[in-house]
């Protein structure tokens, strides 16, 4: 049996990200054609791989077991890449969160990486969450405390959430409709906290939360974002008080045995800083524009 490289690194986009959708983004490949490739190494092994579900793709003891392998031949090739570059270090580490936070982070790179650090980063951009017990990610920033024994946490504040418009009242804004979310991030709270109270109002949608802020910022509505997005771009304005049941902390969650290798604790401790240092934005302090 002659299984190629870039089959198993599809399998692991897809077991580590929990399903087709999630791993969309890291392969640049259609969902369909992703449920292809998956059925076709399902033939190849002769075994299914995964347990398909409405909430995601779900491993099987084989597809266990070949998670495992793969990620052996995944190291080796890394090994196999640093050698040819000659000139990389040797360790990544990879930060999950969330589309908001990812950008954040992104924005604010030089505070936690610098190329004197002997480190590469990898961000892992989701609304699911990343399983860092089978090394999808070193970090997790995480709305919620881990309640897995192999994980641990750090909690590094809070996170408001918040009614924004754009600066002009026209279009769906005048007429006081709001842009909702549908695809994957209609899962999210802001985006079911918006549907339950104004659900009858949406008259717009994104399929992510990017394409929604610039639909508000253009007028098409109103719609719930973090504070910390709302806030800072001005384009936006703030036209209520944070949202009470909204409201959630913030985690930098990684795993136990994994936390004090010094690359990893290093980044950590750098994302924790840069969070608390933050804080009154995302705790929504800033005031009304």
């Not at 109002?201 to 639909?215: D, K, P, W």
Request: charged share 25%.
């Amino acid at each position: 049996m002659d299984i190629g490289w870039d089959d198993l690194r599809l399998f692991l986009d897809v077991a580590r990200l929990g399903g087709l959708s999630a791993a969309t983004g890291t392969t640049r490949l259609s969902a369909a054609t992703l449920g292809r490739r998956v059925t076709a190494l399902e033939k190849q092994i002769g075994e299914p791989l995964f347990v398909r579900q409405q909430t995601g793709y779900r491993l099987t003891p084989v597809g266990e077991e070949l998670l495992r392998r793969a990620e052996d031949v995944e190291a080796a090739m890394q090994s196999l890449t640093r050698w040819r570059e000659g000139n990389l270090p040797d360790r990544i580490v990879r930060v999950s969160a969330g589309p908001w936070t990812s950008a954040f982070v992104s924005a604010h790179i030089g505070e936690i990486w610098t190329v004197d650090d002997g480190i590469r980063v990898e961000l892992v951009t989701t609304t699911d969450r990343v399983d860092i017990g089978h090394r999808a990610a070193d970090i997790g920033i995480r709305s919620e405390r881990p309640t897995e024994q192999w994980l641990a946490g750090r909690q590094s504040g809070k996170v408001a959430h918040a009614i924004y418009s754009g600066r002009h009242l026209i279009n769906g804004i005048a007429a006081g409709l709001f842009v909702g979310v549908t695809g994957e991030g209609a899962n999210i709270a802001s985006a079911r906290w918006l549907q339950a109270h104004h659900g009858d109002r949406i008259a717009v949608r994104g399929n992510n939360t990017h394409s929604v802020r610039e639909l508000v910022a253009a007028g098409a509505g109103l719609s719930v974002f973090p504070c910390f997005v709302g806030d800072s771009d001005p384009r936006l304005v703030r036209v209520a008080q944070p949202i009470p049941e909204l409201e959630s902390d913030q985690w930098i969650v990684t795993h136990h045995e994994e936390r004090h290798a010094p690359p990893v604790r290093k980044i950590a401790d750098r994302i924790a800083a840069l969070m608390r240092a933050h804080q009154p934005l995302f705790r929504g302090e800033t005031p009304i524009r």
